[in-house]
């Protein structure tokens, strides 16, 4: 399979706690973005970090980005109810773009 | 704008028979694709398009046909349809790439598809 691995596959968390997802990709890249899907919905865009990146803010999100090992994190701080959603990241391999499995995030109140 | 439309929203299909999926784009984005979402297997690409008259397969191109004929749109043709193609299918599109550095994903709110 040409997908992406992210960790862990769910994760089940306390509203404001902290929620860390991790993704491992197969081939070089130039950047890698990732997105939140809820429940039977469409992806929405939440991030883009590129090669040349080590770390990204956006509000209460932190992306960071190892070429050297292939891989990325996604911290999601103060979690909220809200969060609760599938996260899945995407890299490109010359046109084609391949997503990791996802992981679901439950957020408790 | 309208962003990314998808027709029909749901479909149910016997075994053998074909249909077409349809996607429009109204951001005249140059890159534009297919992909299927399964159970515990994320999104898969089926076919992807740089441009017009351009197209490519993806990780999962079987049973599949698409043609892009005009920027703003870019059909999925399920030949004679199966079981195993019963999922929910997004289209989504992009600015377009450079050397391949991709832009933000813009998706359509997806086709699920039952096969019988």
């Known amino acids: 399979s040409q997908q992406g691995e992210e960790d862990p596959q769910a994760l089940s968390i306390q509203e404001g706690e902290n929620a860390t997802m991790n993704c491992s990709y197969k081939t070089s890249i130039n950047n890698l973005q990732w997105y939140r899907q809820n429940s039977g919905r469409g992806l929405v865009h939440l991030i883009l970090?590129?090669?040349?990146?080590r770390e990204k803010h956006s509000g209460r999100l932190r992306v960071t980005l190892d070429t050297s090992k292939k891989s990325s994190s996604l911290l999601i701080t103060a979690s909220r109810a809200a969060d609760t959603a599938s996260y899945f990241c995407?890299?490109?391999?010359?046109?084609?773009?391949?997503f990791g499995q996802g992981t679901t995030l439950q957020v408790k109140p | 704008n309208a962003g990314v439309t998808q027709t029909p929203k749901f479909q149910v299909l016997k075994t053998g028979q074909s249909m077409t999926l349809q996607c429009a784009q109204d951001?005249?984005?140059?890159?534009m694709s297919w992909y299927r979402q399964d159970p515990g297997m994320g999104l898969r690409l089926i076919h992807y398009s740089v441009g017009a008259g351009i197209t490519d397969q993806g990780e999962v191109p079987n049973g599949y046909n698409v043609s892009r004929s005009t920027t703003e749109d870019f059909p999925l043709r399920l030949l004679s349809a199966a079981p195993s193609q019963t999922s929910v299918y997004f289209c989504?599109?992009?600015?377009?790439?450079?050397?391949?550095?991709?832009?933000?994903?813009?998706f359509g709110p997806g086709t699920r598809l039952t096969v019988l």
């Open positions: 970090i590129r090669s040349n990146e």
């Open positions: 951001m005249n984005h140059e890159y």
């Open positions: 995407l890299s490109s391999n010359t046109g084609k773009l391949i």
């Open positions: 989504a599109s992009s600015l377009g790439l450079a050397r391949d550095n991709h832009n933000e994903q813009f």
